[in-house]
């Protein structure tokens, strides 16, 4: 694969492989190839040495305490909400608000924006090419408010259909919810015409970057995001840790999320103050550890650099919708003109369980089904896809191999 890429390409590709330990074993007898990236990415070994480190010499609760374990923890922990407004460029680290996943962030916006903001005959905006995760939050607020909910189409391409997307919009347009990038098919969306367009009506935008943020360069300011999601695990940081960045204004504006303990300004009986954003929707014990570990992910892709991450990943989506596509049987889903590195397919007349479960056989990780885009799946008249999605540790033998044994696979069940 050295042979396409710049020098200076190849010679990172190979260090960076190396950061990755679970990428260097023997699945069923066979080299691990994990095209799995998109349901969640591996973890560098400096994020797990980070986490083990945290444990083993910083563990404390936060922010209350004032012994020196409790203030190294804090420090770390707020070092983090540093580095996100840094990473996705947040005019202040206040606007940037931990959560345990882009389906908590979003559901937090969905509920605390939706119970100050909307009203019964409002109109939510979200899109064919949703995750679960971004339609049905909205669906729940429509239902408790009396709002009517409007999906953008996409087309054969898995584009969307940006004419119907203005005939969408009106006065009672309150909101709009679209992800960066498509988890099922790679889409990337016009985020910024998406968000000026709304914005000409007053509505307010969630941009859900979870397929996003391992990717692609994001600015909110730039942007004039209102509010955009992401979670760490699929940008090679842990489990378990969300980000929900909004603009102050907003936030400071909506109700409280969940309650307790961190939230507060001061409770009585009688009645209880609320804390300053970011902690008014950071109630109870986070996950410390997670969030600490997370800043070092960040850290990694920046090093690495997102502008060689992306040229990577292009050249592995590149050839392997050549080689892929190549095979005789394979029908590609979603061929839009600007794609993350995701490669789904069907294969005429074979489940798509069946390649999923003969792929692990040779050692290959891919994901099959529906991805949490069921409308999806119903728009292109399909049950499920198979998707194989790079990240930047990937390489063009994983593709041979995943090839060949495809073709084996197709022979075999044909
Ligand atoms: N939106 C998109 C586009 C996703 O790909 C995912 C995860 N597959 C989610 C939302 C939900 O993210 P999480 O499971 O980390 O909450």
């Known amino acids: 694969m050295t042979a396409e890429l710049p020098i200076h ?36 070994q400096r994020v797990i040495d980070k986490i083990v480190h945290y444990y083993s010499t910083d563990n404390a609760n936060i922010h209350r305490g004032i012994h020196t374990l409790a203030e190294r923890a804090t420090i770390a922990y707020e070092t983090t909400r540093s580095t996100v407004q840094a990473f996705i460029n947040a005019s202040e680290k206040e606007e940037v608000i931990f959560t345990k996943g882009t389906s908590e962030s979003i559901n937090l916006v969905a509920f605390a924006f939706g119970e100050v903001f909307v009203q019964a005959g409002d109109e939510i905006i979200i899109s064919t090419v949703e995750h679960h995760s971004n ?82 360069e994001i600015d909110v300011q730039a942007l004039d995001a209102d509010f955009y999601t992401l979670s760490a695990h699929k940008v090679y940081g842990p489990t378990g840790v969300g980000i929900l960045y909004g603009k102050r204004a907003l ?13 507060i300004s001061e409770v009585t009986f009688e009645k209880t103050t609320y804390n300053e954003i970011p902690y008014k929707f950071e109630a109870g014990t986070p996950n410390i550890a997670g969030v600490v570990a997370f800043n070092e992910a960040l850290e990694f892709v920046t090093e690495t650099g997102k502008e060689h991450i992306a040229q990577l990943e292009n050249m592995l989506l590149k050839y392997a919708t050549e080689t892929l596509g190549r095979i005789k049987g394979i029908v590609p889903v979603g061929t ?56 930047v540790y990937n390489t063009r033998e994983e593709i041979d191999i995943m090839a060949e044994s495809l073709e084996r696979i197709i022979r075999f069940l044909k």
Not at 11 to 34: C, D, S, W
Not at 202 to 208: E, T
Request: aromatic letters at 6%; hydrophobic letters at 40%; glycine letters at 6%.
């Open 251 to 263: 936030l400071e504006a909506m109700s409280p999320y969940q309650s307790g303990g961190e939230m």
């Open 336 to 391: 839009a003109r600007n794609k993350v590195s995701v490669y789904s397919f069907v294969a005429e007349g074979i489940h798509h369980f069946d390649i999923g479960q003969m792929l692990d056989a040779s050692g290959v990780a891919v994901r099959t089904g529906h991805h949490c885009t069921q409308p999806l799946m119903s728009r292109f008249n399909i049950e499920g896809t198979v998707r194989a999605s790079f990240a």
């Open 9 to 44: 390409t190849a010679e990172k590709l190979t260090g960076i492989r190396a950061q990755f330990p679970i990428l260097h074993q023997r699945i069923n007898n066979k080299p691990l190839v994990y095209f799995d990236n998109a349901a969640t990415t591996q973890k560098p």
């Open 135 to 216: 339609i049905v939050p909205w669906q729940i607020l429509c239902e408790r408010k009396g709002a009517t909910l409007k999906v953008i189409p996409v087309d054969d391409a898995g584009e969307l259909i940006m004419d119907e997307y203005d005939k969408l919009l009106s006065a009672k347009t309150r909101f709009v919810a679209v992800n960066h990038a498509s988890n099922s098919l790679g889409t990337i969306n016009p985020i910024k015409e998406i968000i000026e367009k709304a914005h000409q009506y007053g509505a307010k935008v969630l941009i859900d970057g979870a397929q996003a943020a391992a990717h692609l």
